[in-house]
């Protein structure tokens, strides 16, 4: 069974620019997250999604966004990047379960480094 | 906001020394759930405790859930070169509540270095 995939793994991009990240889940898994990890800050909570669905975002600005397809694929993209944006993003897929949040799968992530 | 406090930070031991970290929560868990990040890695799940003084091992590897389901420790024994790594908690907050947030919020992480 394949694992998460994410693309690309490192991309480095300048202030002011944008940049799109993708994510494809395991097959059969319909919930999808993201997070971004640096030294500082650690694991923290972007978003997540279901059936093409934002259940839940954690305290981003606006400038993240993202959006799940119908094959449950997802992209996640940053306008108007900032130095403080690089960090590694990394996606999770999870089956979803009724009564626990479920163990989440995740991907190598994406490096980016805002220059 | 609300948080998972965990400690150590980091840990250095010499190899067949044990280590243990732990992670607390100012709030009742519905459970917790542990992984591990070896450097330059991503996070792998090792294992999600769900009841009050849960106790489940894995080979070297005790995980331990508070009776007041607010702690959890992770206790290595003779700890390994294959050991090191980053060794995360993480819960969903506002799961006891009824209402899932559909969302971890994980520790900072105990970052063990195995001296051989």
Not at chain 1, 17 to 40: A, D, F
Not at chain 1, 94 to 109: H, K
Not at chain 2, 3 to 15: A, G
Request: net charge positive; charged share 15%; hydrophobic share 30%.
């Amino acid at each position: 069974k394949a694992g998460v995939t994410q693309t690309p793994r490192y991309l480095i991009k300048t202030r002011g620019q944008q940049v799109t990240l993708s994510c494809s889940p395991i097959s059969g898994h319909r919930s999808v997250s993201w997070y971004q990890q640096t030294p500082g800050q650690g694991l923290q909570f972007l978003f997540e999604y279901f059936s093409e669905t934002q259940r839940n975002k954690g305290n981003f600005p606006g400038r993240f966004s993202g959006r799940q397809f119908s094959n449950s694929r997802s992209e996640m993209n940053v306008s108007t990047l900032e130095l403080g944006d690089s960090a590694l993003y990394l996606c999770a897929s999870s089956l979803v379960q009724r009564t626990n949040t479920g163990e989440l799968f995740f991907g190598e992530g994406s490096r980016l480094t805002v220059l | 906001g609300q948080q998972v406090m965990q400690i150590p930070q980091y840990q250095h031991v010499q190899e067949g020394e044990d280590f243990t970290t732990y992670c607390n929560s100012s709030t009742t868990l519905s459970n917790i759930q542990w992984y591990k990040q070896r450097p330059g890695g991503h996070p792998v799940f090792l294992i999600q405790l769900v009841k009050s003084g849960e106790v489940k091992k894995q080979k070297r590897l005790t995980f331990q859930f508070g009776e007041a389901k607010k702690n959890s420790s992770l206790h290595i024994t003779a700890t390994q070169t294959t050991d090191v790594g980053t060794y995360f908690c993480a819960a969903d907050l506002n799961r006891y509540s009824g209402a899932g947030s559909y969302q971890l919020t994980f520790g900072k992480g105990t970052k063990l270095s195995v001296i051989p």
